[in-house]
């Protein structure tokens, strides 16, 4: 199964700012997806992002405070926005190689707002 | 849409206990399904998954078996131990319209296990 890796693995940050969120996989993959994950919650899916097109954001979400690129088959960011405290999560890329195959994460990213 | 519903937690078992934790889905067509594990301060893992109807998962001494019948992904494992306490999420990869696949999840539910 891919390798993913994610940086920062955590940070905290002050309110209004942003930061980018990176991932890398050790093998081309079609598809990859951001995640995020409230405390003590689920998962919500942010949006998908396949290279070569722009990325699908999901209700909720959208490209003004979740930016993402997706330059090449294994590499992704995510960008957090003008951020504030209710933006404090868990975010997590994964990836996808077919429909039939289960995704695999990456270890997330732990982000605390001031 | 897809929707996944999981049992709710938390879940408090002594070890060497039966574990289940049940899981149903709606779907369209023919769904994939999974058992992620998310271990304290970690990502999700992969614990097993089943992508047709009657196919059984299994990983870790972990079992779920893929009933379409009754639309459910049960998990089970006969002995649990102290190193099973994680949250485990329920989920369900299919067409969610358009052709547009999507990986749904449960809500989690918590397992801590006491020695």
């Known amino acids: 199964s891919a390798v993913i890796s994610q940086k920062p693995s955590r940070d905290i940050c002050q309110r209004g700012t942003s930061l980018t969120i990176q991932c890398q996989v050790d093998?081309?993959?079609?598809?990859m997806f951001w995640y995020r994950q409230q405390p003590g919650q689920s998962l919500t899916l942010i949006a998908t992002a396949n290279q070569g097109s722009e990325a699908t954001y999901e209700s909720g979400f959208v490209i003004d405070k979740f930016p993402i690129s997706r330059p090449n088959l294994t590499f992704s960011t995510l960008t957090v926005s003008n951020m504030s405290p209710e933006d404090s999560s868990i975010y997590l890329c994964s990836v996808g190689v077919s429909p039939d195959q289960p995704q695999h994460f990456g270890d997330g990213t732990r982000l605390s707002i001031l | 849409g897809d929707s996944v519903t999981q049992m709710e937690g938390p879940v408090t078992l002594s070890e060497e206990a039966f574990l289940t934790i049940n899981c149903t889905y709606t779907?369209?067509?023919?769904?994939?399904l999974f058992w992620y594990v998310q271990y304290p301060g970690e990502g999700l893992q992969l614990l097993l998954k089943?992508?047709?109807?009657?196919d059984k998962g299994s990983n870790k001494g972990f079992e779920a078996t893929y009933r379409k019948e009754t639309t459910s992904f049960h998990l089970e494992k006969g002995s649990v131990q102290v190193s099973d306490s994680a949250v485990y999420f329920c989920a369900l990869w299919g067409d969610s319209g358009a052709g547009s696949y999507q990986l749904t999840f449960g809500k989690g539910t918590k397992l801590s296990v006491i020695p």
């Open positions: 779907a369209t067509g023919y769904p994939s």
């Open positions: 089943a992508t047709k109807a009657d």
């Open positions: 093998s081309q993959v079609t598809m």
